[in-house]
């Protein structure tokens, strides 16, 4: 809600009102450290039971709050990527490293949202649902350069998420988004040379695709 600079001290508030308790949560952070550089907390998210955010000093590191909760919680910390962060319900879902994982109210620990050796990114949650873009299929791509990454969904109550694009290789596909009703992203498979837009230095011909979730329905 604000930022305040105090002398030999940077302080940030969060404050949140939760729909299922009627509780205001007023999360503060302080920086202890002299800094003109301070960074604040970001990509605040906000759910039914979670407020969560990122802070990057001085590693990066997720953190939530909930109704009930005292404290801030440390969810994930010395991590080299942090975030996003999504609320769902009671699910933190949030970027660790190369890593998608999750959080439930009552749990000690986060967990990985789909074990794997390979890099994925970009998470999107929606009512219960969960999307990203995954590497498992190519393991010579990266978070940073993608080769062919393919997008992956996990259904409410599965512990096996679904490969949702199966075309020709070599495409780059990037920006996942989700809702109740449909699955979309960015796709190059069109374009005459669809894996040149993975590093960003050029501009491939891309499209909007979409996976219809009821009919699980793949359209251009």
Known sequence: SGASREPGRERFDFIARFRDGAALARVVWSDPAVRRDAVPPGSPTLSSTWLGWTWSFPSSSVWGAT?????????????????????????LIFQA????????????????LSPTSADQWSPVVSHGRIAWMDQRDEPRGTRER???????????????PTRVTRDAPAAFRAWPWLDDAWLVWVDTRSDALPDRGADMSQYARADVYGYQLATHREVA
């Open 146 to 160: 993608p080769r062919n990454p393919q997008v992956y969904l996990l259904e409410p109550g599965s512990t096996t």
């Open 97 to 112: 490293g190369i890593r998608v994982e999750r959080m439930r109210r009552g749990m000690r620990q986060p967990e990985a």
């Open 67 to 91: 109704a009930t909760g005292q404290n801030p919680l440390a969810v994930r910390s010395d991590l080299p990527i942090a975030g996003p962060v999504m609320a769902d319900g009671d699910t």
